[in-house]
Each structure stands twice: as structure tokens, then as C-alpha cells.
């Protein structure tokens, strides 16, 4: 994540209020861009086909947007297995000068993933689809097959910090998607637009891949190194599919539950209770997501590598230490800024969120929902960023027992929630980040005090 942190700071150098906006901005897009342009770009394929005149146009754009929505669910806690570790392996190939096994390995990883879970969804599809026709299944799986490779090509082009050519990529990729899908959502239907995210994905893959190739070289193909015994953290591995799972887990139960939820196409339930509500809360985490880049990319990551500079080449223990104490400020005051600007964004949908759904032709009904979303979103921030600190210090098993909790816990609120009844609906959410936030806090807490004697004496 360091060449974020070099971008930024060149930009609060200039001491401007002009450069402070642009540091803001491009946190923002940075982070939540690629997310942004998926989500807007699959909901306005809904909203310009929903009119254009196709047969039971909302029958197909609801059963397009479920399909596309479990593809996203699928792809993303299947890679989570290997995308930290991945990026973790090509960082360590990339200290021990070793470039020339990255390509071959990130060749083999999306052979892999790819090849997995086209595999494990053909009989999936077939068994569970009967209804609807041969191009709808072969289209699911090959849909599949590209978003899970797409996940491990983002993390992969993130390492390499390429952060302005990923926005990119994805503008044009989703561009793409939304121009075929309309193209071709006419002679085809809900197939036409499924079509039209697929190659519209498969076009934004290819970009990524050649990023990669322009990037690296290698005199081999094809390579499994990372499978070896000990390339790979299983503590990352595990973090990676956990975090995900726990992200999703609610969502899946409120489809499944029969007072919440209701069949779409095959077995892929929707909820239309729960699922609008969350999405508009995700966006409200824009803020706090380029609040927290800017602050622990730059004010705290300034002082961690000096820390750890003064450790590794013998500074005074006074220096050393004024060293931790800076960096443990620039956290407090990282994860009180993260909090800061997603209690402003949880005031504003409090305040305007009546007008936005009224915009948008949405019960009002909806508002208390909405709002408990809201704070769940902003939780989930700061969580990211008290586990990306975790990271940093290389705190593998904290990070894997926060994302442990999160999944379990999420679990067993959202149950309690929807037995309670629809008064509590996005309660469960809400309460499984704080106790998981709190969890974290109390850890990174206690790791931060005994930073020093863990640096000297445990390595």
C-alpha cells in the first residue's frame, strides 16, 4: 500500500487547500472507485432496461441483477482464499529480487482459480438451473470463471501499485458492460444482458492482464510455486475467505429466511426488504474510506517506517520510542477521523435519506433500515482500518480471530434479528461490527503498548 502514501503526500506538500482536496479525491477514488463503478454500472444496466420496452421487462432485470449479484457473492469469498496471500507471496518474491517467478505464478493462480470454479459450477448449473436454457448456465459459469479471475488480477495490479490504471480499467470495463448489455438485451433478453456483463468483464480482465505482462517479464509460462509448502500464509488465506464470508452472511440469511426472502431464478433467492436499504448505506462509506487512506497512509506510515528503521539500525531507545509514541498518536488520531466523517455521513442520511428514497420512488418505510445499515457501514470502515493497522505490524493471528468473530457473530445477530422480527431487521449487521470493532480496538490496544518488548524479544 506504500505507493499510495508517496501519491498522497506529494499532494499535502503543496500546503494548499487545492492539494487537500485532490489527496481526498484521489483516496476516494483509490478506494472505493472500482467498487463505485461496479455497483452504478450494474444498477443503471436495471434502470435503462427496465423501460426500454423488453418482454416482462422487471421479471428480467431483477432475475440479470440476483445472477450478477451471486456471481459477485461466489467470486468474492471463493478468491478471498487466495488473494492476501497472493499479493503477500509476489511481495516476497519482489524483496528477494525474484520478479521473474511473479508472472508465471499469476499465470498459474488464475489458471487455477479460473479452471476451479468453472469446474465446480458446470454440474452446480446443471443441476439446479433446469428451467432455464443452455446459454443462460454456460454464460453463469463462464461469468464466474472471469469475476473470480478479475479479483485475484485487482489484488495482483494493487501490489503493483497501479492504483490510477485499475480506476481506469474498470470505467472502461463497466462502460463496456453497460453498452453491450443494452446492445444486445433486445434479441436476447435476460440472456442479452448477461452476455453483455460477460464480455463487458472479459474486456476489463484482458486490460488487466496486459497491465500485468507490460509490467513483468519471465522466460516461463506457467508456474505453482505458490502452492508450495510454506509459500502461502494460511493465516492470510484464512483472513481473506472469513472477511468476505462475514461481509455476505447476513445478506444470504435474509434471502434464504422465508418471511424475508423470495426465489428469483433456480435457487437464487433475493430480499426485497433488506437488499436496497444496505446498498445505499455502502455508499455512504466513500468518506470514511478516503479519510482513512490519507490518514493511515500517510501520518501513520511515516512514523512506522521510521520505527522500524531505528530498530533495525540501532537508534538510541529514547529515539525509538518517541518514534512509537508518534506512530500510536497517528493511529488514535486515524481511527478517531475515520470515526469523525462516518458519523457525519450517518447524520446526512439520517437527515436526507426521507428526500433520497422519495427520489428514487421508495417506501419511506424503508428509513429505519436504512439508517441501522448506515452505522453497520460506518462500523466496517473503522474495522478495516484497525485490521489494516494489524497487518501492518504483522499481527496475522489477531487479524484472523477479528475476522473469525466477524462471520459468527453476523451470524447469530442476524438470526436472533429476523426471529425478533421486522423491527430489528439490520440490527444483527450493526451489532456484529461493533463487537467486532470493539474486539479489535482492545487488541490493537494492547499490541501498540507492548510493541517495543514484541520487536526485541520475540523475533
Request: net charge positive; with cysteine.
Amino acid at each position: 500500500m506504500a505507493g499510495i502514501g508517496f501519491e498522497l503526500r506529494k499532494l499535502l506538500r503543496k500546503q494548499t487547500y487545492a492539494g487537500l482536496l485532490q489527496a481526498y479525491a484521489f483516496a476516494g477514488i483509490i478506494s472505493s472507485g472500482p467498487w463505485v463503478l461496479s455497483i452504478v454500472g450494474i444498477m443503471l444496466i436495471g434502470l435503462l432496461s427496465a423501460g426500454a420496452g423488453v418482454a416482462s421487462p422487471r421479471v428480467s432485470v431483477q432475475q440479470f441483477q440476483v445472477t450478477v449479484t451471486y456471481l459477485f457473492l461466489i467470486s468474492l469469498i471463493s478468491t478471498g482464499l487466495v488473494q492476501l496471500s497472493f499479493t503477500r507471496f509476489v511481495a516476497d518474491r519482489t524483496f528477494a529480487k525474484d520478479e521473474a517467478s511473479i508472472l508465471p505464478n499469476f499465470n498459474g493462480l488464475i489458471l487455477v482459480v479460473m479452471g476451479v470454479s468453472m469446474l465446480v459450477a458446470l454440474p452446480c448449473v446443471a443441476i439446479f438451473f433446469p428451467e432455464q436454457s443452455v446459454l443462460y448456465r454456460l454464460l453463469f459459469v463462464m461469468g464466474l470463471g472471469v469475476m473470480s479471475a478479475i479479483w485475484i488480477a485487482t489484488v495482483f495490479l494493487t501490489g503493483m501499485k497501479h492504483y490510477r490504471a485499475i480506476v481506469l480499467m474498470f470505467f472502461l470495463g463497466y462502460s463496456a458492460t453497460l453498452g453491450l448489455a443494452l446492445l444486445l438485451r433486445g434479441p436476447l433478453g435476460l440472456e442479452g444482458l448477461l452476455l453483455g456483463f460477460v464480455l463487458g468483464h472479459y474486456l476489463l480482465l484482458m486490460g488487466m492482464v496486459y497491465l500485468v505482462y507490460r509490467h513483468y517479464q519471465s522466460d516461463r509460462f506457467v508456474a505453482f510455486d505458490i502452492w508450495k509448502r510454506g509459500a502461502m500464509y494460511t493465516s492470510l488465506m484464512a483472513t481473506g475467505f472469513l472477511f468476505n464470508l462475514g461481509a455476505w452472511i447476513d445478506k444470504l440469511m435474509f434471502w434464504y429466511f422465508p418471511s424475508t426472502g423470495q426465489q428469483v431464478i433456480g435457487p437464487l433467492h433475493a430480499s426485497v426488504i433488506y437488499d436496497f436499504p444496505i446498498f445505499l448505506s455502502y455508499l455512504s462509506v466513500i468518506p470514511g474510506m478516503a479519510i482513512f487512506l490519507v490518514r493511515i497512509e500517510t501520518d501513520f506510515v511515516e512514523y512506522y517506517v521510521k520505527f522500524y528503521n531505528a530498530v533495525r539500525e540501532g537508534a538510541t531507545l529514547d529515539y525509538i520510542e518517541r518514534m512509537r509514541n508518534h506512530m500510536v498518536y497517528h493511529v488514535r488520531r486515524g481511527l478517531f477521523d475515520i470515526a469523525k466523517i462516518q458519523g457525519i455521513a450517518v447524520l446526512s442520511t439520517f437527515a436526507a435519506g426521507g428526500v433520497v428514497l422519495q427520489a428514487l420512488g421508495i417506501s419511506t418505510l424503508y428509513l429505519p433500515l436504512l439508517y441501522v445499515d448506515v452505522v453497520g457501514a460506518a462500523l466496517q470502515v473503522v474495522l478495516l482500518g484497525i485490521l489494516n493497522i494489524l497487518f501492518y505490524l504483522d499481527q496475522r493471528r489477531a487479524v484472523v480471530l477479528l475476522t473469525a468473530m466477524l462471520p459468527l457473530c453476523n451470524a447469530v445477530f442476524t438470526g436472533i434479528t429476523l426471529h425478533l422480527g421486522a423491527a430489528w431487521f439490520g440490527y444483527g449487521f450493526a451489532l456484529a461490527m461493533l463487537v467486532t470493532v470493539l474486539a479489535g480496538i482492545w487488541i490493537l490496544s494492547r499490541k501498540l503498548e507492548t510493541l517495543e518488548y514484541e520487536t526485541f524479544m520475540l523475533q
